[in-house]
């Protein structure tokens, strides 16, 4: 039996995101914790030229949500950006997930061919549905994740690989 792309996509975003929230939960309490205010946390990089805290998580919801209406044939619902708080990127994790789980298999079972553009500031990208999963969405996706994980360990918190990968 072949894996669908509903199979390949849906739950992989979902438990990504899912536990990218957990680990942001135990950074927000470490910040708690060692007095550390959250703005200050949320603007945390890694080295003065990647993106902070704040960014790696919009980038990692948009990749999800956007990936999943992408291949669903849908215009991606838009977010803000403007997420200023633990509180607010919780909420746009939430938003992001409860979207991506509202797709259905028949949304995106078949997508594998599926023409999709991508207007990027260094050009247009053009994909099928199977390569831009496997090949864009799913390594941005833990990317960005991996990332946000790596600014909060940096920070002190008390996260290991498990916290990362979740429960199977």
């Not at 215009?75 to 979207?99: C, G, M, Q, V």
């Not at 199977?130 to 918190?157: E, K, S």
């Amino acid at each position: 039996m072949s894996l669908s792309m509903y199979h390949a996509s849906v739950p992989v975003f979902v438990r990504a995101l899912s536990n990218l929230q957990h680990v942001l939960k135990l950074g927000e309490k470490h910040a708690s914790e060692k007095s550390v205010e959250a703005s200050v946390m949320l603007q945390t990089r890694l080295i003065p030229d990647m993106l902070p805290l704040v960014k790696q998580v919009q980038i990692a919801t948009d990749m999800a949500k956007n990936g999943t209406a992408r291949l669903a044939g849908v215009e991606p619902l838009k977010f803000e950006d403007n997420e200023t708080s633990f509180e607010e990127l919780h909420a746009r994790l939430d938003r992001a997930i409860d979207y991506i789980k509202s797709f259905k298999a028949e949304q995106l079972d078949g997508s594998e061919t599926r023409a999709i553009e991508l207007k990027t500031r260094n050009g247009d990208l053009h994909f099928e549905g199977q390569a831009y999963l496997l090949h864009f969405v799913i390594p941005n996706l833990f990317f960005h994740c991996a990332t946000a994980y790596n600014i909060l360990r940096v920070a002190g918190a008390n996260i290991g690989k498990s916290d990362f990968i979740g429960k199977p």
